[in-house]
């Protein structure tokens, strides 16, 4: 039986993955619910320490808001608690969903990167990592919405920031693969080659398994709201929508003008609006203080992958109560003048980054090593040099199109947050073969 294994202390502590929730009764369903925030203030006792040592002074909730690769909980000190010398009274807890789970090379990666850009004070600060999740600095801020994406100073912030992350050398691999990576074993998955994507079992407590086993073998009647796909039709969906002959399409391309005109950089790979916090009153200051999150996807990759997909990303809003739970409108795509002005921007303030950083230190971590990517300059105010950046970013966009659309497919099978994946799927490939076509329409394409 699926629930069957041997347990020792330390997986005693281990917080299960949410995405097992869909596929169990709602009794089963509120059980492990209440298993994992049980083993999140656990956790923070661990990492935490102090007054956070007492599980019984810690409040756990589930936040409103999350991500679609993970689940976000907010934990928090009682307030009778006193707060211990730097001490935080309220953190943010990040759970992994299965697809991130399932790659150890991606959670160790991103275990380092995170520590890493949180000593640059890139990110949030790092509080404690744990089999499954991490604990971060919590940050009185909102996100970004789609709608602030095209402000000329919410562009502006967003480019500088993305200047600041491509300039930095990272100690991972230098070559453009963990995108690669990914998409190599999403399309295996899909087409067979692989064993195909399922839901994780919970890892609870021998006690709870026997309940759990018991209710769940006995209660038929599993949660009506949730409709998966059947994985047939999401392989059936996959060809239809061209993953695959797309796929090395693209690949050919990318690898023909890298280094040249394509460089190589350290990229977030999913720098949308929910993945920026806006820190302050943009209204009254004038200005955007914002701060970048989740690098969950980060890593050395085609710098045209990062920005075309920040660009892809201003015609979706993830913010929609209702099913599919996203909007999506291509004619919000950047007008060729707003992306000149990112571009001018994001230039500007790499070659800005970079000085500084020069000025204030000699270390290799805070300068690009010249071999992972081009020297920036201003854009000129010439048709070629723009026509350079513009291919740049229509090809990052593809990849950026054709990659989360086979992770959508992935996930339809194994998240339970409340998204209609293949929906979702449907429309990056729309709005991919239209981009696509627009590209191979131009006399001078090549």
Same mark, same amino acid.
């Given at each position: 039986?699926?629930?069957?294994?041997?347990?020792?202390?330390? =997986?005693?502590?281990?917080?299960?993955?949410?995405?097992?929730?869909?596929?169990?009764?709602?009794?089963?369903?509120?059980?492990?619910?209440?298993?994992?925030?049980?083993?999140?203030?656990?956790?923070?006792?661990?990492?935490?320490?102090?007054?956070?040592?007492?599980?019984?002074?810690?409040?756990?909730?589930?936040?409103?808001?999350?991500?679609?690769?993970?689940?976000?909980?907010?934990?928090?000190?009682?307030?009778? =608690?006193?707060?211990?010398?730097?001490?935080?009274?309220?953190?943010?807890?990040?759970?992994?969903?299965?697809?991130?789970?399932?790659?150890?090379?991606?959670? =160790?990666?991103?275990?380092?990167?995170?520590?890493?850009?949180?000593?640059?004070?890139?990110?949030?600060?790092?509080?404690?990592?744990?089999?499954?999740?991490?604990?971060?600095?919590?940050?009185?801020?909102?996100?970004?919405?789609?709608?602030?994406?095209?402000?000329?100073?919410?562009?502006?912030?967003?480019?500088?920031?993305?200047?600041?992350?491509?300039?930095?050398?990272?100690?991972?691999?230098?070559?453009?693969?963990?995108?690669?990576?990914?998409?190599?074993?999403?399309?295996?998955?899909?087409?067979?080659?692989?064993?195909?994507?399922?839901?994780?079992?919970?890892?609870?407590?021998?006690?709870?398994?026997?309940?759990?086993? #018991?209710?769940?073998?006995?209660?038929?009647?599993?949660?009506?709201?949730?409709?998966?796909?059947?994985?047939?039709?999401? #392989?059936?969906?996959?060809?239809?929508?061209?993953?695959?002959?797309?796929?090395?399409?693209?690949?050919?391309?990318?690898?023909?003008?890298?280094?040249?005109?394509?460089?190589?950089?350290?990229?977030?790979?999913?720098?949308?609006?929910?993945?920026?916090?806006?820190?302050?009153?943009?209204?009254?200051?004038?200005?955007?203080?914002?701060?970048?999150?989740?690098?969950?996807?980060?890593?050395?990759?085609?710098?045209?992958?990062?920005?075309?997909?920040?660009?892809?990303?201003?015609?979706?809003?993830?913010?929609?109560?209702?099913?599919?739970?996203?909007?999506?409108?291509?004619?919000?795509?950047?007008?060729?003048?707003?992306?000149?002005?990112?571009?001018?921007?994001?230039?500007?303030?790499?070659?800005?980054?970079?000085?500084?950083?020069?000025?204030?230190?000699?270390?290799?971590?805070?300068?690009?090593?010249?071999?992972?990517?081009?020297?920036?300059?201003?854009?000129?105010?010439?048709?070629?040099?723009?026509?350079?950046?513009?291919?740049?970013?229509?090809?990052?966009?593809?990849?950026?199109?054709?990659?989360?659309?086979?992770?959508?497919?992935? #996930?339809?099978?194994?998240?339970?947050?409340?998204?209609?994946?293949?929906?979702?799927?449907?429309?990056?490939?729309?709005?991919?073969?239209?981009?696509?076509?627009?590209?191979?329409?131009?006399?001078?394409?090549?």
């Amino acid at each position: 039986m699926f629930f069957t294994h041997s347990i020792d202390d330390e =997986v005693l502590d281990e917080v299960p993955c949410p995405d097992f929730i869909p596929q169990v009764s709602q009794r089963v369903a509120d059980r492990v619910t209440d298993c994992v925030i049980t083993r999140l203030r656990k956790q923070c006792g661990k990492s935490l320490a102090g007054s956070w040592a007492d599980p019984e002074n810690v409040i756990v909730e589930k936040m409103n808001t999350c991500g679609l690769s993970n689940y976000l909980y907010m934990a928090q000190l009682k307030s009778h =608690v006193p707060v211990q010398p730097e001490e935080p009274r309220k953190v943010l807890i990040r759970v992994y969903g299965e697809v991130l789970r399932s790659s150890v090379d991606s959670i =160790v990666l991103d275990s380092i990167n995170f520590a890493i850009l949180s000593e640059k004070r890139i990110g949030p600060a790092l509080y404690g990592v744990f089999p499954g999740g991490r604990i971060e600095e919590f940050i009185e801020s909102r996100t970004m919405t789609t709608s602030e994406l095209r402000k000329s100073e919410a562009m502006k912030a967003v480019a500088q920031q993305l200047a600041r992350i491509h300039n930095l050398n990272m100690p991972f691999c230098k070559q453009p693969r963990f995108i690669f990576k990914m998409m190599d074993k999403f399309l295996a998955q899909l087409s067979g080659r692989m064993d195909p994507p399922s839901r994780p079992p919970p890892n609870l407590s021998t006690p709870t398994l026997l309940v759990l086993e #018991q209710e769940y073998l006995s209660d038929s009647r599993l949660d009506s709201v949730w409709n998966m796909d059947n994985f047939e039709a999401i #392989q059936h969906t996959a060809t239809e929508l061209g993953l695959y002959k797309e796929y090395e399409w693209l690949k050919q391309n990318l690898i023909e003008r890298q280094d040249d005109a394509f460089p190589v950089v350290f990229c977030h790979n999913d720098f949308q609006e929910n993945n920026i916090l806006v820190l302050n009153n943009p209204d009254v200051d004038g200005f955007y203080d914002v701060l970048p999150i989740d690098f969950e996807y980060s890593g050395y990759n085609f710098r045209g992958f990062d920005i075309g997909n920040h660009f892809n990303e201003w015609c979706y809003d993830y913010t929609c109560p209702d099913p599919p739970y996203f909007t999506y409108d291509f004619d919000s795509y950047p007008t060729l003048s707003q992306q000149k002005e990112f571009w001018n921007t994001y230039l500007t303030a790499r070659i800005t980054e970079r000085r500084t950083s020069i000025d204030t230190s000699k270390s290799a971590g805070d300068t690009l090593n010249g071999s992972s990517t081009t020297t920036p300059h201003p854009l000129e105010d010439t048709k070629e040099d723009f026509e350079k950046l513009w291919l740049e970013a229509t090809f990052g966009a593809l990849f950026s199109h054709l990659f989360w659309a086979a992770w959508s497919l992935i #996930q339809s099978q194994i998240s339970s947050i409340r998204f209609e994946f293949s929906k979702y799927a449907s429309a990056r490939m729309d709005a991919y073969y239209r981009m696509k076509n627009s590209l191979k329409s131009r006399p001078d394409y090549q």
